[in-house]
């Protein structure tokens, strides 16, 4: 089997090929380090490269299963982790200059997991500065390119993974998402990328025990290769303060969405939305009917959603961040400083106001979808735009304000905590990927991932590759 055929393979069928012994963990893994060599020079989403410890691990796999033992469900799949996450002896500079050399002594949880699962590390992708937007770029490394045009961005904060995904340079990759830094570059680069339920997902360390904005979550070119992975990621861990019931993501996503009510929202409450997203994504109405769903217009109400996410948010970088700005203020962005000063003019009134108005958003979203089994919309307000633009600054004729004012249509659902998925969804003009977000009931993710492998199936749209990689 040739490098070409391998690195394109989805990771399930890659496991299958190795536990059956079709195909070498060792070979899987060089394919793979074949194609990050050959174009991450083009992209730049791969900034810390480890071959000779994935060669160990993948080495190990071989034996293991000549011994006839699998190491886990992961069984020598090679993967990238996000360079926000810890990875024990890996650099990990979380895309600041402050952390430029650090090395962790520790694997953060959901690394371990995948590891412990039988996945081989390769290395690190690229992020923005501590996750801060959906632009991929810092000053330890530069910025990471859309691999179906150089020219613009991939998106983030989990640029590098989706870009690394679309590549072909890993068939799996973990990502993390607060204002849709997990669905904005899938959407953009046309992978697949989940952001889970409130808990589904532990999260340890965290300098806040108790913070339900961001989360881990996975990311892959198909939607049954996310579910494979939530099958290693999302279960309890105690020493995480918050935890969600055990599903098995194991079962079939073949299950039948015949008859399921779905809302569509075309602006997610009244967004600006460039007319090219717009018409791209107009068909999903139509391949939802096609499944036999029954779909219907309809805007939600997330009124006081923007003013409660910009305070908790706020709230999070002045605690998690405000040591550095008082320290090293040189050496911080423009994007998280902004995010520190908002922070620092925060009051207790501010606090209890964003929580009440949380409370009231998750209340009608409840509704909403005790009425709907599942909202869809834009997974992003306009199309990929130039890499040198630190953000847009306007979106369909509406000026933009900060620099993450773009991204409200993700982090609306952020906030009342619901399962959200980005999946491939057709192209602009330009050749541009587009996504589509589907929301679903919290702690409902399987039902998500079971409406998205419908509408994949029915679309075919991964199944286009950029040129760069082929």
């Not at 070498?24 to 992209?43: F, G, K």
């Not at 423009?334 to 009134?349: A, K, N, S, Y």
């Not at 009425?371 to 040198?388: C, G, K, M, S």
Request: proline letters at 7%; one cysteine or more; a negative charge.
């Amino acid at each position: 089997m040739s490098h070409k055929e391998l690195v394109f393979r989805t990771a399930r069928e890659l496991v299958l090929l190795m536990v059956t012994r079709q195909v070498s963990a060792r070979e899987v893994l060089e394919a793979h380090l074949e194609q990050i060599e050959r174009v991450n020079p083009a992209v730049n989403a791969v900034v810390t490269f480890v071959p000779e410890l994935a060669r160990r691990r993948a080495k190990r796999a071989d034996a293991s299963i000549v011994r006839g033992v699998a190491l886990g469900p992961l069984h020598g799949l090679p993967v990238l982790h996000k360079d926000l996450a810890a990875t024990k002896g890996i650099r990990t500079t979380q895309g600041s200059v402050i952390f430029k050399d650090d090395v962790p002594t520790y694997n953060t949880l959901v690394v371990q997991r995948l590891v412990d699962a039988g996945a081989v590390t390769m290395g690190k992708t690229n992020t923005p500065e501590f996750g801060t937007g959906s632009q991929t770029y810092n000053r330890v490394f530069g910025a990471t390119r859309n691999p179906y045009d150089t020219n613009v961005t991939c998106g983030g904060s989990s640029g590098g993974a989706a870009v690394a995904l679309a590549c072909g340079m890993t068939p799996i990759a973990d990502g993390s998402d607060m204002a849709g830094s997990l669905r904005n570059p899938a959407s953009f680069c046309n992978v697949v990328g989940l952001r889970p339920s409130i808990a589904r997902v532990p999260l340890w360390p965290s300098p806040q025990t108790h913070f339900t904005l961001g989360t881990y979550g996975p990311m892959a070119r198909t939607v049954g290769d996310v579910a494979l992975q939530m099958q290693v990621i999302a279960r309890p861990d105690f020493r995480a303060a918050l935890n969600a019931p055990v599903v098995d993501f194991g079962l079939p996503l073949e299950d039948g969405v015949a008859g399921t009510r779905v809302a569509w929202s075309a602006t997610l409450d009244g967004l600006p939305v460039d007319p090219r997203i717009t018409e791209t994504l107009a068909p999903a109405a139509q391949a939802l009917e096609d499944l036999g769903c029954r779909v219907e217009e309809c805007e939600p109400d997330f009124s006081g959603a923007d003013e409660s996410f910009s305070i908790l948010r706020a709230a999070y970088y002045r605690q998690a961040f405000e040591q550095f700005y008082e320290e090293r203020p040189g050496d911080l962005g423009d994007e998280t400083t902004w995010e520190i000063e908002r922070g620092l003019e925060l009051t207790v009134d501010d606090l209890g106001r964003a929580e009440l108005l949380r409370s009231q958003v998750y209340d009608r979203m409840y509704k909403f979808l005790t009425e709907y089994r599942f909202l869809i919309a834009p997974v992003t307000q306009l199309p990929p735009f130039d890499v040198h633009e630190h953000w847009p600054k306007w979106v369909a004729g509406v000026k933009q304000t900060y620099y993450r004012e773009w991204m409200r249509v993700c982090s609306r659902v952020t906030l009342p905590g619901l399962p959200a998925l980005s999946l491939p969804f057709g192209f602009t003009p330009e050749g541009h990927p587009t996504g589509l977000q589907i929301i679903g009931r919290q702690g409902d993710d399987l039902g998500v991932l079971r409406l998205a492998a419908a509408l994949e199936t029915a679309t075919g749209t991964w199944r286009q590759h950029p040129r760069i990689a082929q």
